[in-house]
């Protein structure tokens, strides 16, 4: 995906309606870095510019830092060196286990569906691909699945490695909502009161505005880019959004996403975007991921006992939502 194209997904998916009413001793500071192959956007609100530049510099080096760390897609991370076999085992310090301890969570709770270990068949389908494409074949599909599932991934004590090998870990359905989270916490370690950190599929907010009302952020129409589905509003909360939109590629007409049923080995056809409103962004981003996978009366029932927000769009457009979830649909 270009620059070009990030940039124009950011502005029409993203809508932040930032209305200040209080002193004009508030000033808005904001900078934007091109991690983890988009732009994420961060904007401060303060009467000390220093220590917003300040905080916001620090917050791009966390991002940054986690980028380069486990991104499955950066060569030398440790989770590249496990998945091209320059490392037979990794070691995880105290940040790598909680990662990953919480990652089998969320593929307890999808039934298997939510797997990292579904590196082959996203390199099947390959969708950063600009090259003619076709559907990948029976036998192609076979042959990836075979080399994906959670339990093929051995932690003993702190260290991590494959029980077979072709696994490949991918780390695109949560480690920009964990790196967004770490953002917003060295934000408010340094005094931050007010701010917003966006990465088009990954959002945080420290507390409210600074005219004390909540954020809001324009939720796309999955079938219409130039629509606004519904206005969410949040205080102090992470926002993570899953969508048969935001990745894809087209074969005879058809569009594929990126979201990827690894027991069909073909993109999930029932839904076409969840929302995941939570106190954490690293957790409404698998949330997010998990769900898809997941039937909708299932989603609900877990939400609604997990103190989670959601919003569902169906195949067919259809929208659930549960109360946990402040949106004003359009």
Request: hydrophobic share 35%.
């Amino acid at each position: 995906m270009s620059k070009s194209m990030i940039k124009k997904i950011l502005a029409i998916f993203i809508l932040p309606i930032f209305i200040l009413s209080c002193s004009k001793d508030i000033l808005k500071i904001e900078n934007s870095k091109f991690l983890f192959g988009t732009y994420i956007s961060i904007s401060v609100y303060d009467e000390d510019e220093k220590l917003a530049n300040k905080a916001i510099e620090a917050a791009f080096k966390e991002i940054e830092r986690i980028d380069n760390k486990f991104n499955s897609k950066i060569r030398g991370s440790i989770i590249d060196n496990l998945n091209s076999g320059k490392r037979k085992e990794i070691e995880l310090d105290e940040e790598g286990i909680y990662l990953f301890q919480n990652l089998k969570k969320i593929y307890e709770l999808s039934h298997g569906k939510y797997d990292v270990t579904i590196g082959p068949l996203l390199e099947l389908w390959d969708f950063g691909s600009k090259d003619e494409r076709r559907l990948p074949t029976e036998e192609e599909i076979k042959k990836a699945q075979k080399n994906i599932g959670f339990d093929n991934l051995v932690l003993e004590g702190n260290k991590l490695l494959f029980s077979k090998d072709n696994v490949e870990i991918d780390t695109g359905s949560f480690l920009k909502g964990y790196a967004v989270e770490r953002a917003k916490k060295i934000m408010r370690e340094m005094g931050v009161e007010s701010a917003f950190i966006s990465s088009i599929s990954s959002i945080e907010t420290i507390n409210l505005k600074p005219d004390g009302k909540p954020w809001k952020i324009g939720v796309e129409n999955p079938e219409n880019n130039r629509e606004i589905l519904g206005i969410v509003e949040l205080n102090n909360q992470g926002m993570g959004v899953s969508g048969d939109y935001q990745t894809y590629i087209e074969i005879n007409g058809k569009r594929y996403h990126h979201i990827i049923d690894k027991t069909t080995g073909f993109p999930v056809e029932d839904k076409k975007m969840i929302v995941v409103i939570s106190d954490n962004a690293f957790f409404s981003d698998m949330y997010s991921t998990a769900f898809f996978t997941m039937p909708i009366d299932e989603i609900l029932d877990y939400s609604d006992k997990n103190n989670l927000g959601v919003l569902i769009v169906d195949k067919d457009m259809k929208i659930y939502k549960n109360s946990k979830i402040n949106i004003e649909l359009k």
